[in-house]
């Protein structure tokens, strides 16, 4: 069972930075893959349930999959909120759920963290000029375009939030902190 968790949790991933690419080019995140992220989750939760010695701790720990799913619903009522009020799109909004069952209760603060530092150097590097010898190229070119709409392409900046903290444990197992 370990296996299929770890063979999922590099799907994840790999979706993950699909629903990034998808929202720099257009703006927009499929409903497919937020509900392929969703549906990863609930297979991993019956892999860590079926391999679990105490299915009670494996449901109901905060650290847990009651936490995950606690974590994910209040992501997604905080989307749905900033959607409301028009800071958000609905792609954005709708992949918070995913995130928050992946990044669980546990790791909230960590994602949080990265999630506002990652977004002011979002900011603040559309603001820096793009140097005239790579301007041409298409990456530079949609820059250009995101800066002009004003519109920031949020789901970048989350996604990249949610792989720095799914890393997290791999790097104190690294660097062996506690």
Not at 50 to 77: T, W
């Amino acid at each position: 069972m370990l296996k299929l968790v770890i063979v999922i949790n590099y799907l994840s991933v790999l979706l993950f930075l699909y629903a990034a690419w998808t929202d720099f080019r257009t703006w927009k995140i499929p409903n497919t893959v937020v509900l392929a992220l969703v549906t990863l989750y609930v297979l991993r939760a019956v892999a860590v349930i079926l391999s679990s010695e105490d299915v009670g701790a494996a449901l109901f720990a905060s650290s847990g999959i009651g936490g995950d799913v606690g974590a994910g619903l209040l992501m997604f009522m905080l989307g749905v909120v900033l959607w409301a009020l028009r800071l958000f799109g609905a792609g954005d909004a709708k992949l918070f759920l995913p995130i928050g069952l992946f990044v669980g209760w546990h790791s909230m603060l960590p994602f949080s963290f990265f999630l506002l530092v990652l977004g002011i150097v979002t900011l603040l590097a559309l603001r820096l000029p793009v140097p005239l010898p790579v301007a041409h190229l298409a990456f530079f070119m949609r820059i250009a375009e995101i800066r002009a709409s004003r519109k920031v392409p949020y789901g970048v900046v989350m996604v990249f939030a949610v792989l720095l903290t799914l890393a997290l444990p791999m790097i104190r197992q690294q660097l062996q902190l506690p």
